[in-house]
């Protein structure tokens, strides 16, 4: 079944530290993004990237950075610049190529992530 | 300003009886989507349904339609007969057009609670 795989689901960073979630796609979908959730909060989107080698920040992305080297991957690195990073992290795709604003998103199961 | 308000953060609504969640959105773009996703307890994001700006017609899908008014710049979605899996968050969503990013803005959600 086609779908988003993002992993871990729960990690665990110390202060300081680098991190890296990982989202795989097999949509073959055009547009990827990154999204932070806080405790009964809305979506904020971080990075989005809507063909390989390219990527744009969103909102938030202070502290965070990206890669698009191929289609179907799109890891996202929290830094140690990031002071708050524990969150729950989503990664969701769309068939950009449609050029209908009409494509959904598809996400994955979510990354939790929390500082120790 | 916020593209998305969900002026209901929490909801109750008994077993079998049909809720509303609201919605309005702000936009200057004529072309426009709106989308409603759940999000379980498990964290996964569930699209339940989408409306176009030039779509005349409310938007159904099964249990789940959407009370567009566009000239209030709202996009309600009604649940009709809830049921216990119903409970979940529940959020809004709008993508406008290319001149806009293309990218999803979500509303702070509103957690709806069914009872038995």
């Known amino acids: 079944d086609g779908g988003i795989t993002q992993s871990p689901k729960y990690l665990f960073r110390k202060e300081g530290q680098n991190v890296t979630l990982s989202c795989e796609q097999n949509?073959?979908?055009?547009?990827m993004y990154w999204y932070r959730q806080d405790p009964g909060q809305g979506l904020r989107l971080i990075y989005y990237?809507?063909?390989?080698?390219?990527?744009q920040k969103g909102d938030i992305a202070e502290g965070y950075s990206v890669s698009r080297e191929k289609k179907e991957s799109f890891p996202l690195t929290v830094t140690s610049a990031q002071k708050n990073p524990t969150a729950f992290y989503l990664c969701?795709?769309?068939?950009?190529?449609?050029?209908?604003?009409?494509?959904?998103?598809?996400f994955g199961q979510g990354t939790r992530l929390t500082v120790v | 300003a916020q593209k998305i308000t969900q002026t209901q953060p929490g909801m109750f609504v008994q077993e079998k009886e049909a809720v509303t969640l609201d919605c309005t959105y702000d936009?200057?773009?004529?072309?426009?989507?709106l989308f409603w996703y759940k999000q379980p307890s498990s964290g996964e994001m569930i699209f339940l349904i989408y409306q176009g700006s030039y779509d005349e017609q409310n938007a159904t899908e099964g249990r789940y339609s959407l009370n567009f008014q566009k000239a209030r710049k709202s996009a309600n979605l009604v649940i009709s007969a809830s049921q216990l899996g119903d409970s979940a968050m529940y959020f809004c969503a709008m993508r406008e057009g290319p001149d806009y990013g293309q990218n999803f803005v979500f509303g702070p959600g509103t957690r709806l609670s069914v009872l038995p």
């Open positions: 990237s809507q063909i390989v080698n390219d990527f």
């Open positions: 936009t200057s773009d004529q072309s426009y989507g």
């Open positions: 949509l073959n979908h055009d547009a």
């Open positions: 969701a795709s769309t068939n950009q190529r449609t050029g209908s604003i009409a494509s959904k998103a598809f």
